[in-house]
């Protein structure tokens, strides 16, 4: 990890958190918004590896948890998992093409809401998953899955054109 | 023939799985930390501060401000026809207002009788703007750009179209954390204006989306409340003012037990339209005596 791609890596969190937070809080959909910072976490798991994803998750999760958590720690956790297993899948599948990341990135976000059901509301007696599921997890999920069609390609551009010149510069060392 | 590319001298790295292991530690301890004290909440709150929030009012601004500038140029044509409109219900209003006028006379001496206290307008109250809301779509929190150097601080009570919205949960230098009254995880002591009842109002999620947030534990064994009757803050809860509107019955049932009742009330203030909210600068344990 260079300096540069940890400014990078910090600015990519801060944006994706702030236009989660104000932009698409005005475009959404019967109050239901976008997860940028799955989208995130997931595209860097699947483009670095496992450890990235784990570094941004865990960030990007405090992030959330400073402004709107009960508890520091709690999104971090899940944020950093979910970083952290999408990041397995990255030697096992090609990240250039676009439909394997998307379909991650979806299957993130629908684990994501499933954690925060079960221990938001199963774990204070509400029991109507069916109704949760319907109103939140999914079309949370459908919208994610649509951002992340025009969010991954633009991750996965500046990561390239990092990992170029991260490349280049060690060309000139040897 | 690609020459061999050695990086220079190998770091030494952490295996990831390590890696994930010490970080969750970490997470485990500073949720216990935060669950029991409130340690990081200063230095945190400040990193926002410099970092995410003057953003987040930026944005928000160039946000409202477009909205505004699209609304007007699409309002105009109906702009016209509402001045016809209002222009009729002023002289309607002219005529209730004069009778208002009679029954507020009426109605400060009836107070007087009573000794109760005005309502809210006496507080202190300042304006804020909404500049960001929750970042998932399971609570209804939201920041606003108002913070401690504007004289707030956590549990003072937050309002908009004159009715309650909730309190200030957490505080930084220049912004403040919402808790809304309808997010899942929020409950507020309220009472039943006609009859005095008190009963709990709890924010549903499943509710919500209807358009409704519940009551439960209302003891009226006369069946003296009935729908449409307004619940404003009770005087027995210890984080929310006393007086402050929060909706309408909607819909009564009876418990199981057959001693209290729960239902549904209609939450006054449109929380999906919301850009700008009072905060109330007094706090209820400071007004007690």
């Known amino acids: ?174 | 023939m690609s020459p061999i590319i050695k990086r220079r001298g190998e770091e030494f790295t952490l295996p990831s799985k390590y890696l994930l292991f010490i970080l969750t530690l970490l997470c485990i301890g500073t949720i216990v930390i935060t669950f029991n004290t409130n340690l990081f909440t200063g230095p945190l709150n400040s990193f926002a501060g410099i970092f995410v929030v003057p953003f987040q009012k930026g944005i928000t601004t160039v946000g409202t401000y477009m909205r505004e500038t699209s609304d007007k140029l699409s309002s105009i044509t109906k702009l016209l026809e509402e001045n016809e409109r209002l222009k009729k219900e002023i002289d309607e209003l002219t005529i209730q207002n004069t009778t208002l006028e009679q029954e507020k006379y009426e109605l400060t001496e009836l107070r007087n009788m009573y000794q109760l206290d005005g309502p809210y307008e006496q507080y202190e109250k300042v304006g804020a703007r909404i500049i960001a809301k929750d970042a998932g779509n399971w609570y209804h929190s939201f920041v606003i750009d108002k913070g401690s150097d504007d004289g707030l601080a956590i549990d003072m009570n937050v309002m908009a179209n004159g009715a309650l919205v909730g309190r200030i949960i957490d505080v930084g230098p220049d912004w403040a954390k919402v808790q809304s009254i309808i997010a899942d995880n929020a409950s507020v002591s309220g009472m039943v204006l006609a009859s005095s009842d008190n009963l709990i109002v709890s924010g549903d999620l499943e509710l919500y989306k209807q358009g409704f947030i519940r009551f439960s534990k209302l003891v009226d064994d006369v069946d003296k409340v009935s729908i449409g009757d307004k619940v404003v803050t009770s005087n027995i809860s210890d984080k929310y003012l006393p007086g402050i509107l929060i909706g309408y019955i909607s819909t009564i049932d009876d418990d199981s037990n057959n001693l209290t009742k729960s239902g549904t009330i209609t939450p006054a203030v449109d929380f999906e339209h919301m850009n700008v909210v009072l905060v109330l600068l007094e706090l209820k344990k400071d007004i007690g005596d």
């Open chain 1, 1 to 174: 990890m260079n300096i540069r791609r940890v400014i990078y890596n910090f600015i990519l969190v801060l944006v994706s958190f702030i236009l989660q937070t104000t932009v698409f809080r005005a475009l959404d959909f019967g109050d239901i918004a976008p997860n940028l910072m799955i989208i995130v976490v997931a595209s860097t798991g699947f483009i670095k590896g496992d450890r990235s994803g784990l570094v941004i998750g865990f960030f990007s999760g405090l992030l959330i948890d400073i402004f709107f958590g009960t508890y520091i720690g709690f999104f971090a956790l899940i944020y950093m998992y979910i970083g952290f297993i999408v990041g397995k899948f990255h030697e096992i599948f090609f990240s250039q093409s676009i439909a394997i990341p998307i379909v991650f990135i979806t299957i993130a976000d629908f684990l994501f809401g499933f954690i925060c059901y079960i221990l938001m509301f199963l774990f204070r007696n509400k029991f109507n998953i069916g109704y949760y599921m319907m109103s939140n997890i999914i079309p949370e999920m459908v919208y994610t899955a649509l951002i992340a069609i025009f969010f991954y390609p633009v991750i996965l551009h500046m990561n390239n054109r990092l990992d170029e010149r991260e490349e280049r510069n060690a060309k000139k060392f040897v």
